[in-house]
């Protein structure tokens, strides 16, 4: 079955600490891996996105990894901010299949 | 250039009744995809359209739910005889001819 799985289901961290999220999944034929984040409210907006040969892709202080072995990939912040507050979805795209397949997310709060 | 527009954002429905929910894709996207998301739940895909066409269904459910991406206009998603259970955020996401996509902000059904 094409599941995606993340963890933890939801985190609290101070203001200017690092964390990282973490993401399994067994979608296959595999294409490409997307995190995406989701403000309360909000349609989800893409952070990174990896093909099979992508180690690790950033985006500011996102930095993301993928293990296409292992099937697993994660997310770190670095120096987290009060805007951070959200939810981070990862997000597996199959060959062929313009639908992505998500995972529920982890739901990040970031306290002053 | 404008992102991913819905129409309406909420939407209150008895049982019973129809619900249209309206997309307008990013300007120059022809690739239009319907996402629900259940209360805690992640995303699921329910449909994929190109302009006039539908190419992939597999996530519709077999009754009550029809899409449709005319050659003029936005795309729709209609929920006929809605039910409690259809309660949800229904988001929209478009595309271009690369696989990133772009999401809406979410119409949010309520059924009472």
């Known amino acids: 079955k094409n599941q995606v799985e993340q963890s933890p289901q939801s985190l609290i961290i101070l203001e200017g600490k690092n964390c990282t999220l973490q993401?399994?999944?067994?979608?296959?034929?595999?294409?490409?891996l997307r995190w995406y984040k989701q403000d309360t409210g909000r349609g989800p907006v893409s952070l990174t996105i990896?093909?099979?040969?992508?180690n690790t892709k950033s985006n500011g202080r996102y930095t993301a990894t993928l293990d296409a072995d292992t099937k697993q990939s994660s997310l770190h912040i670095t120096a987290s901010q009060l805007s951070d507050s959200a939810s981070y979805i990862c997000?597996?795209?199959?060959?062929?299949?313009?639908?992505?397949?998500f995972g529920s997310g982890t739901r990040l709060q970031v306290q002053p | 250039n404008a992102g991913v527009m819905q129409n309406p954002r909420h939407l209150v429905r008895r049982r019973g009744q129809e619900a249209r929910l309206r997309c307008s894709p990013m300007?120059?996207?022809?690739?239009v995809y319907w996402y629900r998301q259940l209360p805690e739940e992640g995303l699921k895909f329910m449909v994929y359209?190109?302009?006039?066409?539908?190419?992939?269904e597999s996530g519709m459910p077999k009754e009550r739910f029809s899409a449709e991406f005319p050659k003029e206009g936005p795309s729709i998603l209609r929920i006929q005889q809605v039910v409690r259970g259809d309660s949800a955020a229904y988001f929209c996401?478009?595309?271009?001819?690369?696989?990133?996509?772009?999401f809406g902000p979410g119409t949010r059904l309520t059924v009472l």
């Open positions: 996401a478009s595309s271009a001819s690369t696989d990133t996509q772009y």
């Open positions: 993401c399994n999944y067994t979608v296959s034929p595999f294409s490409n």
């Open positions: 990896m093909t099979f040969s992508e």
């Open positions: 997000v597996v795209q199959r060959t062929g299949r313009r639908a992505l397949t």
């Open positions: 300007k120059g996207h022809s690739h």
């Open positions: 359209l190109q302009k006039e066409n539908i190419i992939d």
